[in-house]
């Protein structure tokens, strides 16, 4: 069975540090991440995939295979980055995510 | 723009109602979802459909049952509505292929059951 942990249920950070939210997963084959966001009163959206290897908003986030991580990083947090994060994993051949439980990221002005 | 549109922002019931939750998209897409989102918990997944008439149960299925007669629309219905159904119910849908498997997601429906 896959599973995506977040271990964070909360996150605060001061604007202008480095951000870091972790995920990680459980899964013997090839997955594919995803990092949805939700800001306040909108709907849930996709963030970034890591098949595509692109930095959004300054967000980066790298498969590591050897330690089964998906980790979100910023650089500079801004306080528009305030939000809930969600980790998701897709299996090959599957249309279904798994989701993790969320970290609720907050910027400190 | 991908549109999913959920029939009801808020909704309240009682013990024991049957509950229809509508979903519908715009973008002519093949999979769609049902899920349940709780503090602490994430979004689990009650239903998925991946073609008219179609469904497939999800990780938290019991209590609850889905329609999808025509491709655009998927039902989620709560037969007899009981207080720990109370949440926040999102839809969502994606095509397939080609790299195009972002799930778009509706407003959320947040069902009070009393």
């Known amino acids: 069975a896959q599973r995506v942990t977040q271990p964070e249920k909360l996150l605060s950070v001061f604007k202008g540090a480095p951000v870091e939210l972790k995920c990680n997963y459980s899964y013997s084959g090839s997955p594919e991440l995803f990092w949805y966001v939700q800001y306040s009163r909108q709907r849930l959206q996709l963030l970034l995939r890591h098949i595509s290897r692109e930095s959004i908003k300054g967000f980066t986030a790298d498969l590591n295979k050897g330690e089964t991580s998906f980790h979100l990083k910023k650089p500079f947090a801004q306080e528009e980055d305030s939000a809930m994060y969600y980790c998701?994993?897709?299996?090959?051949?599957?249309?279904?995510?798994?989701f993790g439980t969320g970290t609720r990221l907050t910027i400190i002005p | 723009d991908v549109k999913v549109t959920q029939s009801s922002r808020y909704l309240v019931k009682r013990t024991g109602e049957k509950v229809f939750l509508e979903c519908v998209q715009d973008?002519?897409?093949?999979?769609m979802f049902w899920y349940r989102q709780d503090p602490g918990l994430g979004l689990r997944l009650i239903y998925f459909s991946y073609d008219v008439k179609m469904k497939e149960k999800g990780d938290i299925p019991e209590g609850y049952s889905v329609s999808r007669e025509k491709k655009e629309r998927f039902s989620l219905i709560l037969e007899s509505a009981s207080t720990n159904q109370t949440s926040m119910y999102l839809c969502?849908?994606?095509?397939?292929?080609?790299?195009?498997?972002?799930?778009?997601f509706g407003p959320g429906t947040r069902l009070t059951v009393l």
């Open positions: 973008m002519d897409h093949e999979n």
């Open positions: 969502a849908s994606t095509s397939i292929g080609q790299g195009t498997d972002t799930q778009y």
């Open positions: 998701a994993l897709r299996s090959f051949g599957n249309e279904k995510l798994t």
